[in-house]
Structure formats: C-alpha cells, structure tokens
C-alpha cells in the first residue's frame, strides 16, 4: 500500500494552498459574516480550475481523479468550510451529467463551469429529505415538453448557480420509481428563488429555496429516463460523499492546528498548558481521529478511482471524517476555554461548519444504515 503522492498531486496541493492562505483565510471572518464569498474570490476559484474539477479533459476539464480531488478538498476546507462546500456542489451537480448525460447536454453543462459558472444539485424539499421518495415537486409531460411544479430546499448555490439539476417525480405518488432528473437553467420562465437561509455554519456558501411554477422544459432537458432519477441521485451522493469527508479532514486538520499552536502559547500556572498530560491526551486523541479519517477518505477515493463497488466505504468515510471533525472542532474550542467561545479566533466558526457536515449528503443516522445493510444484505 502506497500513499504517497504524485508530483502532479503535490503540485495541485500546493496551489490550493497558496489560495487558501492568500484568498480565504485572511475574509473567511468576512464572508462568515456577510454570508456569502466575495466575488474577487469566485473569479479566482475559476481562473485556478476549482469549478470544473470533474469536467473530463477532452471537454475542456482538468479531468482529475478521485483522489487528487480529496486532496483539493481538503486544503479547501482547512481555509473555509463554506467556501469548500460551494465549490464541491459543482462537482455534486456535474456527477449526473458525467453518468447519463447526451453529448448536448454534457457539451452545455461543462461549457458553464469551464467559464467559472457555480451549478447546483436539487432534490431536498420541505417534506423529503433522507426520505427521496417523498419528492413532491411533479413533472407531467405535455407533448414534447414537461411543466414541472414544486419547491426545492437547503439547495447549496442556489441563487448563484446558472444550471441546476432538478429532480421531479413524473409518476404521482410512485415514490422513487417515479423520479426523474432534469437539467434546469437559471432564468427559465416560472424558476426563481425563495428564501436565502441564514445557517449556523457554512455561512460563506449560499443556501436558498428554489420555486418552480410551471416551468416548461423541453424533452432534450430530462436527464436520462423517466424513473431513473433515484439510481442518478443515489449514485451521485455515493461519489459525493468521499469529498464531504475530505472537506471535514481540511476543517479537523485547522482546529488541530489552532489547538497546538494555542496550547503552546497559553500559560497557565506559570507554564503552558500543553505541558498539561490532560491537554496532551486531548491533542493525542484529535490528532489520531485526524489521521483515521484522513486515511479512511483516502481508501474511498482510491476504490472511487478503481470503478469498483464503493458505496460503503464512501458512507464510511463521510460519516467517521464529519463525527471526527465535529469532535476535533469541539474538543479545540475546549482546550482554548473562554478565547475559543469568543468571534476573536477562529475555533467558534470551526465548530459552527463542522455541524453541517454530519447532516448534508446524507445524515450520518442514513450512512450508518447504509454500513449496516452492506453488512446483513
């Protein structure tokens, strides 16, 4: 077993590095606090070739693997979760253009995130949730078009997004026999956007509720068959979820680092606390959580890359990587008390993105259930 890495992974690293100390750690504060990313830094995001991750080469794309990606994602998630999460939305919208999409289709989606565009994935509604079954927003088809119907909500990007991937049920009340996907651009007649939360964490990346009032798409926008839009979504979010673990590795790795340097600099009873063996079981404990999600997102990522049967490890990896950073985040506020509980560092904004990340792609109750199953069936 070889974990070493490419030059070319290396050199991808150290890129983002350099963008995530010069471009986002210095507003991270900023755009936590605005609510959204600056758009200096969306044009940047797009001269580097961070919006198309996964658009293949002969399209236009970088065409990364799986792993060199994870490796992106991490770095990105060290300087801000929020951020992070909107960039991986892209690739998260792009996967069912990947699997099922025609030659126009693909040709028009990775057109728009080689141009820097953000894309977003649509399936949560108000009432569907874990449960995809229950999507209300219906499609019924009208000669050669469909008219769709219904509300979308917690769509990352939505509002700034200029495509999005919409999932309709085009058979009433069949559940998730009936869904089906389809490709959506911003500005289609009867599209529009409701209300913009205003989360806890992750404030950078912009979240909002999607209207759509019959809006007539023609048959060329259904993305593969009526009724396979379950199977898309399903495994769309088994290629998606290594990198919300990668993402929960990059935000574990920076408290870590905020909780080392601290305790190394406080002192308490005339000498530093990290000559204290409590602190040093805590930091111990952190970082070897750090490193088994690390590794564990790693093994996902390179079964990803293989082609082969991954969906359990992938859900391992989410779920152990976001418990890892929630605990990691937690236990750095902690050892810096009063100071982390305060906006002045950044351990309270560390802990506030690392909540989302045991909930979104998947709570981690559903990537349990997926474990499990893997185990029984």
């Known amino acids: ?123 949560t509604e108000p009432n569907a949730g874990s449960d995809a079954g229950s999507v209300a927003t219906g499609a019924v088809k009208d000669g050669s078009h469909y008219i769709l119907n219904g509300t979308k909500t917690f769509i990352t990007n939505g509002g700034i997004a200029e495509v999005y991937l919409v999932f309709a049920n085009t058979r009433k009340s069949a559940g998730i026999r009936g869904l089906t996907a389809f490709i959506v651009p911003k500005g289609t007649p009867g599209f529009s956007f409701g209300k913009k939360e205003d989360k806890m964490g992750i404030r950078a990346s912009t979240t909002c509720e999607l209207i759509l009032d019959n809006v007539r798409l023609p048959e060329s926008s259904r993305l593969g068959r009526e009724g396979e839009g379950f199977r898309i979504a399903m495994n769309t979010l088994d290629a998606a979820r290594p990198f919300v673990g990668a993402v929960s590795v990059g935000l574990a790795q920076s408290a870590l680092d905020m909780a080392v340097k601290y305790s190394k600099e406080r002192r308490q009873f005339g000498q530093p606390i990290a000559s204290f063996q409590l602190v040093q079981a805590m930091l111990a404990d952190m970082s070897m959580r750090v490193e088994a999600a690390r590794l564990l997102v790693f093994k996902a990522c390179w079964l990803r890359d293989q082609g082969v049967e991954f969906s359990r490890e992938a859900a391992i990896a989410k779920c152990y990587a976001s418990d890892t950073a929630m605990e990691v985040t937690t236990n750095a506020l902690q050892i810096m008390g009063g100071y982390g509980y305060s906006k002045e560092y950044p351990a309270e904004k560390y802990m506030r993105d690392a909540k989302i990340m045991q909930i979104y792609e998947g709570t981690n109750q559903i990537q349990r259930l997926v474990i499990a199953n893997k185990l029984i069936y």
């Open 1 to 123: 077993m070889d974990f070493s890495l490419s030059s070319e992974q290396l050199e991808f690293r150290k890129i983002v590095a350099d963008l995530v100390e010069k471009e986002i750690k210095p507003y991270a504060a900023e755009m936590d606090r605005e609510g959204g990313i600056r758009p200096e830094l969306i044009k940047k995001l797009g001269d580097t070739g961070l919006l198309n991750l996964i658009v293949p080469e002969e399209s236009g794309g970088p065409g990364l693997d799986g792993m060199t990606i994870g490796i992106i994602y991490e770095e990105l998630g060290k300087g801000c979760a929020g951020v992070a999460t909107s960039v991986a939305a892209n690739s998260l919208a792009t996967y069912p253009v990947l699997l099922r999409g025609t030659e126009e289709q693909k040709k028009y989606h990775f057109n728009l995130l080689n141009e820097g565009k953000f894309a977003a994935f649509a399936l």
